[in-house]
């Protein structure tokens, strides 16, 4: 066997260094194209942790509105509450969509770079482009409404019982008078 070229190992030994380069873009590649085909998912994440920062407030005036404004005026302040979350939403959900869109290259795609490598990438990309997959995906909002829907009717006039009873035992913890604890509900009069 006669040694090899200088030119020919010299050829050979930057083929080799470009494989591994090749390989790391074709995998990078198909991160991007996984990132994305789950575009709309990081979008609604974004507007998930809009809702989800208030969503303690909300109930906090939800509860409120039932114990402190008379019945005749609780359509129409909660109407103005509303107005006033749909404006909060208006302002802060576009910020934390785009957000979750920058940040998701480096949170997510670094993961799945790390964790996968090309043949599963190309799996996952199959499956999120199966027309099935598509189409659940799609009705992915209506099923979590559908859910909190019966969950909230399942579960608020519990939740409205022990949060009244939580605030009076907690009232009474720090000295100060129970707000709504027992007491019937502004402008409700036993019948």
Not at 71 to 86: F, I, Y
């Amino acid at each position: 066997m006669r040694p090899l070229s200088p030119l020919l190992a010299g050829l050979l030994l930057c083929a080799s260094l470009l494989v591994p380069s090749a390989h790391a873009q074709g995998k990078k590649e198909l991160v991007n194209k996984v990132l994305a085909l789950q575009k709309p998912q990081y979008e609604q994440f974004g507007l998930m942790m809009a809702q989800g920062s208030i969503q303690p407030m909300i109930q906090g005036a939800g509860m409120a509105l039932q114990q402190r404004v008379a019945a005749d005026k609780r359509e129409a302040v909660g109407k103005a509450m509303d107005a006033e979350v749909q404006a909060f939403m208006k302002d802060v959900g576009p910020a934390l969509r785009a957000s979750a869109l920058k940040n998701a290259p480096e949170a997510i795609g670094a993961k799945l770079e790390a964790s996968f490598n090309e043949t599963e990438l190309k799996q996952i990309i199959g499956y999120l482009e199966s027309p099935v997959m598509k189409r659940y995906i799609q009705l992915g909002p209506e099923f979590q409404q559908a859910l909190a829907t019966k969950m909230r009717a399942d579960n608020q006039q519990l939740i409205e019982t022990k949060a009244r009873a939580l605030n009076g035992k907690l009232a009474a913890h720090l000295g100060l008078p129970a707000q709504g604890g027992s007491a019937p509900a502004a402008g409700s009069a036993p019948k």
